[in-house]
């Protein structure tokens, strides 16, 4: 069978790659089709997949879509309906959020949906309606359906989908004009709640864990029969990795004594942390004024986001001692050497520290003690992706304040051992909600070969539900 999967750029590959191996290997022809160039500009994730299976192709990388009277119109109703969803219950103090979307509306929408009575809980839901009905009479883009129609596939997955005024819908509604079977894998563990809606009725939609399943419906109004649990594929891989040397040697690499005690910093995207290496600075002087002799003369090791290390330069923070920016720039963690640096940063920590990133995650994965740091409401208490690390089965400590921070790390570098339990119920709750074999990845495979056996969904080209806009 064919499979068409449309992704936002290469720099996707690196949660897919396991998953299009596993595709290729059952004899699946599997085309890549990217929505625009990867940021990172780096193309070794993309080399080595079709490398290793030659019947996993792609189209040529160009630049951004042109705009075409019909596409272009499209993009400016989602992009509104997109902002209109900020105005419900769920999204009160998602100040950040709404503003972002703001940015993304039309002029000619963007004076109208500021309105008193259009921000009313009324009027949120009557013009998301109007904004649907809009978005269902526009037919699919031509350029797109008859890019489907040259490749002919069996099936069209997409990621992320969610992106504001998404061009990808237009994918999901050339699919139903032909007749062919779509499904969105989500992409991130914050997607279904910091970016825009899915716009299309999908024939399922594939998400890592409950927490995901209760946001497609609730936030997205996907179709609650769609929907299928398999656990988080892109960080399945991390459960069978081991550090590459002893602490020691790593320590020695960075220069730094290995007798101490090691706390990693890990930095978020811009868009979290705009400007973070000020507060890193100060962190990193209340750690070393702290009453503890092991948080205050602790190792600190710094990773740069890789889309935010411009200010993160090996010299960054060379007047504080005790200090390592680790890599400069930061990286990607694409192939075995960047992903063996990422891995040991984190498995010889004794306490991983940042604001609101997946990095945290994984370190619930690796079971070392994850906080946050306070100072940055607006990237998370005000973020609904990021409540799902602090609530019931949450793993990260949070604080009210610097001092609360330092005497939080104080036990943590004292008992290791106090939030494993929490760390566990996350990791099996959030990450492998059915662990064991088949893997997440084998689970998506299975799902792509059910969904080629599958009647593809059928309704009008454009159709989709309505998020759920309560009063």
């Known amino acids: 069978m064919k499979i068409l999967f449309s992704m ?12 299009i191996g596993e595709l290729a290997r059952r004899g699946h022809h599997v085309h890549l089709v990217f929505m625009m160039t990867d940021k990172l500009g780096d193309g070794r994730l993309l080399w080595e997949v079709t490398n290793d299976h030659a019947n996993v192709t792609f189209s040529e990388i160009g630049k951004k879509t042109p705009w075409r009277f019909w596409l272009g119109l499209a993009r400016g109703v989602r992009s509104a309906t997109d902002y209109v969803r900020y105005g419900t219950p769920e999204f009160k103090d998602a100040h950040a959020l709404r503003e972002r979307a703001a940015e993304r509306v039309p002029s000619i929408f963007s004076g109208f949906l500021k309105l008193p009575a259009v921000r009313s ?52 509604k050339a699919c139903q004009t032909l007749g062919i079977r779509s499904a969105l894998c ?14 299309a009725r999908l024939d399922r939609v594939v998400v890592w864990n409950e927490a995901q399943r209760s946001e497609a419906v609730d936030l997205q109004g996907a179709a609650p029969d769609s929907i299928v649990v398999t656990g988080a594929w892109p960080y399945e891989h991390w459960h069978g990795w081991r550090p590459s040397g002893s602490r020691a040697e790593f320590f020695g690499r960075l220069g730094l004594p290995a007798e101490r005690a090691m706390i990693l910093y890990v930095c978020s995207s811009r868009f979290i942390a705009e400007h973070e290496r000020p507060v890193v600075a100060r962190w990193v002087r209340a750690l070393r004024s702290a009453a503890d002799e092991r948080v205050a003369t602790a190792n600190i090791v710094v990773r740069p986001h890789p ?15 005790g200090v390592a920016v680790f890599p400069p720039g930061g990286a990607e963690p694409v192939d075995d050497a960047s992903r063996t640096d990422y891995f040991d ?8 520290v ?12 690796i079971d070392r003690p994850a906080l946050a740091l306070p100072d940055f409401r607006s990237s998370q208490e005000e973020l609904p992706h990021f409540r799902l690390l602090v609530g019931e089965l949450g793993m990260l400590a949070v604080s009210a304040s610097l001092g609360e921070h330092v005497a939080q790390l104080s036990v ?14 996350f990791v099996e709750s959030f990450i492998r909600p059915a662990a064991g074999a088949p893997s997440p990845a084998e ?8 969904l080629l056996d599958s009647p593809p969904v059928t309704g009008p080209a454009g159709a989709h539900p309505r998020a759920r806009m309560h009063a």
Not at 345 to 352: E, G, L, P, T
Not at 354 to 365: F, H, P, R, W, Y
Not at 416 to 422: K, L, N, Q, S, V
Not at 443 to 450: F, G, I, M, T
């Open 443 to 450: 689970r998506v495979v299975e799902l792509v070969d059910e």
């Open 121 to 172: 809980s009324a009027g949120v839901a009557l013009v998301s309606r109007l904004l649907n009905l809009i978005e269902r009479a526009i037919p699919a883009d031509q350029s797109i359906a008859d890019l489907i129609a040259e490749q002919s596939p069996d099936a069209v997955l997409v990621t992320p989908l969610v992106d504001i005024g998404s061009d990808q819908v237009e994918y999901i």
């Open 8 to 19: 936002r750029h290469s720099g996707a590959l690196r949660n897919y790659s396991s998953t």
């Open 412 to 425: 943590a570098l004292a008992d290791p051992e106090r939030g494993a339990a929490a760390r566990r119920r």
């Open 307 to 321: 889309l935010n290390g411009d200010e993160w330069g090996a010299g960054s923070l060379a007047d504080l001692p």
């Open 354 to 365: 940042g604001v609101n990133t997946s990095a945290l995650i994984e370190s619930a994965i």
């Open 345 to 352: 940063s984190i498995s010889h920590a004794d306490a991983v």
């Open 186 to 199: 989500v992409h991130s563990w914050d997607n279904l709640t910091n970016k825009g809606l899915m716009h």
